[in-house]
């Protein structure tokens, strides 16, 4: 093992040596804090927007998973919540179930229901996840309804994001909180 000398080695010679002096804090400087960005919706990582009637973004697999394990949308959403709830479908989903073709059909047959209210998009391209995440990310006043993987995995990094999926022929819900005592 090798043995380091200290900088005040009187081997060293004065013009290369370098001392080294502990700074001590200066009293009249200002402390800057740096706190990480958080949503205004956010109350002690409650999510202060979220409350009855429940708003639920729609995913396109959601949709198909709904049909496979027969559960009435709304009706399954409603007994989920125990609330009022107005599902939500943006064009971009409609528009993927559209591309699917004949097979999904009755998925698109089942968005088309009036109790479904229609979401503009007003941005470009057509891919639905990317159009739901930044919806979310805005808009801290929805449920994301997804059976999607990655969808799902992209949601859970945004704080105060519920997210309702299908599982055993029923609805369920993941990370919705209390309300908080007051």
Same mark, same amino acid.
């Given at each position: 093992m090798k043995k380091m000398i200290k900088p005040t080695d009187s081997r060293i010679k004065p013009d290369d040596r370098v001392i080294i002096k502990k700074k001590k804090p200066d009293p009249h400087e200002q402390k800057v804090n740096e706190a990480p960005q958080c949503s205004s919706a956010l109350f002690f990582q409650y999510n202060t927007q979220l409350g009855p009637p429940y708003r639920i973004l729609i995913d396109t697999n959601f949709v198909n998973f709904a049909?496979?394990?027969?559960?009435?949308?709304?009706?399954?959403?409603?007994?989920?919540? +125990?609330?009022?709830?107005?599902? +939500?479908?943006?064009?971009?989903?409609?528009?993927?179930?559209?591309?699917?073709?004949?097979? +999904?059909?009755l998925a698109l047959k089942t968005i088309k229901d009036p109790r479904i209210e229609k979401l503009p998009c007003v941005h470009k391209g057509i891919y639905a996840d990317d159009c739901l995440v930044n919806r979310v990310t805005q808009h801290k006043c929805y449920i994301v309804a997804t059976s999607d993987v990655d969808l799902k995995r992209r949601i859970r990094k945004i704080p105060g994001v519920p997210i309702m999926g299908v599982a055993q022929g029923r609805f369920f819900i993941e990370r919705m909180p209390d309300a908080p005592q007051m």
């Open positions: 049909i496979k394990n027969k559960v009435d949308l709304v009706k399954g959403m409603m007994d989920c919540l +125990y609330a009022k709830c107005i599902p +939500y479908i943006t064009d971009c989903v409609m528009g993927e179930l559209e591309r699917l073709g004949e097979k +999904y059909r």
